[in-house]
């Protein structure tokens, strides 16, 4: 028997690994997987090519004024991957410089800004059979996911993965501005004032610092199992 679509939320720090996981998961179980990182990405670049972005300052006035004007869509590509575009275009490897990831922690600490992509996330998710990661999405996009996980790895990991990442794309990045990144975002997405990254009380806590990709993905199908087992013995 099919059993019932559900919600999936992936939360966690910055490159914990949660859109492996919630790539794998999607591949997997015929699910639709959604970057929410991609998004806030998107909004920080319309910003920064606007120049509401600089090092030093973040007009919010034009950005609240502009939100609107902003539509992130997602689709798949000759290779199966997903690509975000940004009021039609494709800006997949854009959206992925140390630049627009800054900037995508600054635009997410704005309430307006995660008003407007929240109501974007959850309209994604109504029909259920959704993967999505992020931050908050088991706390405030789904809190009524039926499976939240919330991933953690040390800084130094997590760096690594994605000084990895970055060196693998071409780039050539120092790994301790990498580290100080990671670091500096931790501490933006934890103590901002709208919707701090926290762990959802009923989230699955996985710390995957020393844990295959494999044997993560096996985990979480397992987690996944059990929960629609359930659900369907209710
Ligand atoms: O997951 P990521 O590195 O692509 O996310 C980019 C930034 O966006 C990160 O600093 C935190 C923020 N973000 C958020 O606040 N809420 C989400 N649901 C997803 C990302």
């Known amino acids: 028997m099919q059993s019932k679509n559900i919600n999936i939320a992936v939360?966690?720090?910055?490159?914990?690994?949660?859109?492996?996981?919630?790539?794998?998961?999607?591949?997997?179980?015929?699910?639709?997987?959604?970057?929410?990182?991609?998004m806030y990405r998107s909004v920080a670049l319309f910003a920064i090519r606007n120049g509401w972005i600089t090092d030093s300052e973040m007009d919010e006035e034009h950005l609240r004024q502009h939100i609107g004007d902003i539509r992130i869509t997602f689709k798949t590509n000759s290779h199966g991957e997903q690509e975000t575009y940004l009021n039609g275009e494709n800006v997949e490897r854009e959206i992925r410089t140390l630049d627009a990831a800054n900037g995508a922690s600054r635009v997410s600490t704005l309430g307006f800004v995660r008003k407007a992509l929240v109501a974007q996330q959850q309209v994604l998710g109504k029909e259920k059979g959704v993967v999505m990661d992020g931050r908050d999405i088991g706390t405030v996009v789904f809190p009524d996911a039926e499976l939240k996980l919330f991933l953690t790895a040390s800084?130094?990991?997590?760096?690594?993965?994605?000084?990895?990442?970055?060196?693998?794309?071409?780039?050539?990045?120092?790994?301790?501005?990498?580290?100080?990144?990671?670091?500096?975002?931790?501490?933006?997405?934890?103590?901002?004032?709208?919707?701090?990254?926290?762990k959802a009380d009923d989230a699955l806590e996985l710390d995957n610092s020393h844990i295959g990709i494999e044997e993560q993905l096996q985990w979480a199908l397992g987690m996944f199992n059990k929960i629609t087992t359930e659900n369907e013995q209710d």
Do not use: H, W
Not at 15 to 38: E, F, M, N, P, V
Not at 159 to 174: I, V
């Open 155 to 198: 800084p130094e990991v997590r760096a690594q993965r994605r000084f990895d990442e970055m060196k693998a794309r071409g780039e050539n990045p120092s790994f301790d501005d990498v580290l100080t990144n990671v670091k500096e975002r931790d501490q933006r997405d934890t103590t901002r004032v709208e919707s701090p990254l926290r």
């Open 11 to 38: 939360d966690g720090f910055s490159s914990c690994g949660k859109s492996t996981i919630a790539k794998g998961l999607a591949r997997q179980l015929g699910y639709t997987y959604i970057d929410s990182g991609a």
